[in-house]
């Protein structure tokens, strides 16, 4: 009997020092999955997981430019014909556009001519002129077009302002898919503008059909003065400057509001989808993925900054200049603190890049929107942001590119300094005045000598391996 509970006791024992055994090993191997698969931490204490450092998801570092065409004098757009015959639109800025025909010849007569009704522009340095272009959606059926441009101030437009923004609507001409009819303009929307600086740019219908039209804070500097709101147009949701405007060109006379925009049935202007923005000369949609809506917003005096635009977004003008703090009567320097809110209680955003005029790293002097390149020439800039600086700082015109994308696990994105193979200095060589995409998705490069609307030193390339 005592032989039989010691028999007992010792298989207790056995099984005890197995389940033991289980437990340490299941022990173990918990750690090790969460040491192979959790946030392990690097000597410097950050997380092996963290974003990469700016420019590692990016694998080409330098890239070749094709001329497509020149003899132009201030290119700032280019537009693919919706028709499928491969035309390009050129736009420049003086007040006329031309086409760029598949076998690379530009038509004799311009498709369209609007230097007549246009404010007169400075030869020397002008930001004003022929700004926007974009088709109708179903242009390939209704022949519809809209512009941007810079018109004389309109018969009881505000005493001492300087001109008056037109979005216009045109028809194609009938028989002629190469010249516009130039008699049936119909005025869509009128904006004043207090300077002559400051007046946005491209505009874009986006994939809900609705047209978007980027709008500068009015001009001048620091969103001060004459015709700007104290509190700033960039951050008054009462006047449509300093602003991203979207409105239905199909939807009533001289348009209709989109039911969902920000502000409507509230305190607002109904036109207005996102505000906080200082110059957003270039503006667009990436054509593939989600669609984002980027923007190039240049800055004032210390900051450039590109942003994605969201419904309702507010970016911050004249609060912040970039990420950083800013103050309108001390534009040269960066407070240390300033509201994180706007009026209205809403988060103001970050851009998804900035960088500064000065310093160390990347710098510049005004930032060039562009665009995601979705073509096959280049593999490697697959799903990366194209975009650029109108002139190395001291440089005195040497525009440089930029190629950006978004980091792992962040809403910031990598960017670095995109480098011209065909340029001893990587760089441009002249004035960057903007970008083009075509409906492959290649995108090309707008340039000029000048800094302002004169000669004939205008170009345009094609980016290639």
Not at 307 to 318: E, L
């Amino acid at each position: 009997m005592q032989r039989e509970s010691n028999s007992i006791k010792f298989r207790l024992i056995e099984v005890y020092r197995h389940l033991l055994l289980v437990v340490f090993i299941l022990t173990m191997l918990v750690i090790f999955v969460s040491c192979t698969t959790g946030s392990k931490s690097t000597p410097n204490n950050q997380p092996i997981n963290q974003p990469p450092s700016p420019g590692t998801q990016n694998s080409v570092s330098t890239v070749g430019l094709k001329l497509v065409t020149d003899g132009l004098v201030s290119p700032v757009g280019i537009v693919p014909s919706p028709d499928n015959s491969g035309r390009l639109f050129i736009v420049d800025q003086i007040g006329v556009i031309k086409i760029l025909m598949q076998d690379g010849t530009i038509t004799d007569q311009p498709f369209l001519d609007l230097r007549s009704r246009m404010v007169e522009l400075n030869p020397g340095y002008d930001e004003r002129g022929l700004l926007g272009f974009a088709f109708h959606p179903d242009y390939s059926q209704n022949g519809r077009f809209f512009v941007y441009y810079s018109a004389p101030l309109r018969s009881g437009g505000p005493t001492g302002w300087n001109h008056t923004s037109h979005i216009s609507e045109f028809r194609v001409m009938a028989g002629n898919p190469d010249k516009a009819d130039e008699t049936s303009e119909r005025v869509v929307l009128q904006v004043d503008e207090p300077q002559a600086n400051h007046n946005g740019g491209q505009i874009r219908f986006g994939p809900d059909g609705y047209l978007y039209i980027p709008l500068g804070d009015g001009g001048g500097a620091n969103d001060v003065g004459l015709g700007h709101s104290p509190i700033g147009n960039g951050q008054d949701i009462n006047t449509l400057l300093g602003k991203i405007l979207r409105i239905d060109v199909d939807g009533g006379q001289p348009y209709a509001i989109p039911p969902d925009n920000p502000f409507v049935g509230r305190d607002g202007v109904d036109e207005i989808y996102a505000l906080g923005l200082r110059n957003p000369f270039q503006i667009s949609f990436d054509i593939g993925g989600t669609h984002e809506l980027f923007a190039g917003d240049a800055g004032q005096n210390l900051w450039e900054e590109v942003d994605i635009i969201t419904k309702g977004g507010n970016y911050g003008w004249n609060i912040r200049e970039g990420k950083a703090c800013f103050d309108p009567d001390s534009p040269n320097k960066s407070p240390q603190q300033c509201p994180d809110k706007d009026a209205s209680g809403n988060q103001l955003i970050d851009p998804i890049i900035s960088y500064g005029h000065s310093g160390s790293g990347i710098t510049g002097t005004a930032v060039i929107g562009g665009f995601v390149y979705r073509g096959k020439a280049i593999p490697g800039l697959q799903e990366v942001y194209i975009f650029g600086d109108f002139s190395s700082p001291g440089s005195g015109g040497d525009g440089r590119l930029f190629v950006a994308s978004l980091q792992s696990s962040s809403n910031q994105w990598d960017f670095k300094e995109l480098g011209i193979n065909t340029n001893s200095n990587g760089r441009l060589g002249a004035l960057l005045r903007s970008f083009g995409q075509d409906a492959e998705g290649e995108v090309y490069v707008l340039t000029a000598e000048t800094g302002g609307p004169s000669g004939k030193t205008g170009k345009i390339y094609r980016i290639v391996p």
